[in-house]
């Protein structure tokens, strides 16, 4: 699977963004797609997945009830929208293809990395 994320930018906080990531592979339509992020000085954290059937979803306790992931197959696109945004959700986010069709939460459930898309929150 080849994933290609784009649509991060500045937003002030409080503010909206969504990111999203095309990916490409016979694989991408049978698996779970997730995102993770990587602050300065920070670990990559688990974010949001959802499973092959679009359903399934799950959320890291720091974006839940803010951050919506979603997943539409004709476009094979994968998608996070993030309201209420914070300057601690200042990171570079990155999709991931899962190796399994169902979510999951951990690094080894994900098999294909996309190149990351900045997203800054000012204050």
């Known amino acids: 699977v080849q994933l290609q994320a784009s649509g991060g930018g500045l937003v002030q906080a409080g503010g909206s963004l969504r990111v999203s990531c095309r990916a490409s592979?016979?694989?991408?339509?049978?698996?779970?797609l997730g995102w993770f992020r990587q602050a300065p000085g920070k670990e990559r954290e688990f974010v949001a997945s959802?499973?092959?059937?679009?359903?399934?979803?799950l959320y890291g306790d720091s974006v839940k009830g803010r951050f919506t992931i979603s997943r539409e197959k004709a476009s094979s696109t994968v998608s996070l929208q993030m309201n209420s945004l914070k300057p601690e959700d200042t990171a570079v986010y990155y999709c991931?293809?899962?190796?399994?069709?169902?979510?999951?939460?951990?690094?080894?459930?994900?098999?294909?990395w996309g190149q990351g898309t900045l997203v800054t929150v000012s204050s």
């Open positions: 991931a293809g899962g190796r399994r069709s169902y979510s999951g939460e951990s690094f080894s459930d994900y098999a294909s």
């Open positions: 592979g016979r694989a991408f339509s049978n698996n779970a």
């Open positions: 959802i499973s092959w059937s679009g359903g399934g979803a």
